[in-house]
C-alpha cells in the first residue's frame, strides 16, 4: 500500500520556526512533483510549496522568503522548513505526491493525513 506520511506539526510562538516531514511508502517506481498544503479552519486548501524531481520550487506569495521546501530522493521524503512563522500560517498541512506505482502499474497523486501547526501566544 502506497502511503505519504506527515510528521513535526505541533504549537510554536509567532516568530518560531518548525520543520515538517513527509515520507513516502510503498510499491513506488517513481516519485515526480512532491509539494506541501495547507487548510485553515473554515478555509479551502491551498498550495504552499512544490518542488520539483530537479529540485525547482514554487511557493505561495504568503511563504515567501520565510518558508523553504526540499527533498531528498533517496529517503523518498520532502521536508518543508518553516522561520519566523505567524499566526496567519495556522492550519493543517497537508503533503502530496506525484507517484508512479506498480501491482498494478499506474499513476497516483496521494495525500497525508495532515499534520496541525498552530502558530500561538
Known amino acids: 500500500q502506497v502511503q505519504l506520511v506527515e510528521s513535526g506539526g505541533g504549537l510554536v510562538q509567532p516568530g518560531g520556526s518548525l520543520r515538517l516531514s513527509c515520507a513516502a511508502s510503498?510499491?513506488?517506481?517513481?516519485?515526480?512533483?512532491m509539494g506541501w498544503y495547507r487548510q485553515a479552519e473554515g478555509k479551502q486548501r491551498e498550495l504552499v510549496a512544490v518542488i520539483a524531481v530537479g529540485g525547482s520550487t514554487n511557493y505561495a506569495d504568503s511563504v515567501k522568503g520565510r518558508f523553504t521546501i526540499s527533498r531528498d530522493n533517496a529517503k523518498r521524503t520532502v521536508y518543508l522548513q518553516m522561520n519566523s512563522l505567524k499566526p496567519e500560517d495556522t492550519a493543517v498541512y497537508y503533503c502530496?505526491?506525484?507517484?508512479?506505482?506498480?501491482?498494478?502499474?499506474?499513476?497516483?497523486?496521494?495525500w497525508g493525513q495532515g499534520t496541525l501547526v498552530t502558530v500561538s501566544s
Open positions: 510503498g510499491s513506488i517506481v517513481s516519485i515526480n512533483t
Open positions: 502530496n505526491a506525484a507517484l508512479v506505482v506498480r501491482d498494478p502499474y499506474r499513476y497516483l497523486e496521494p
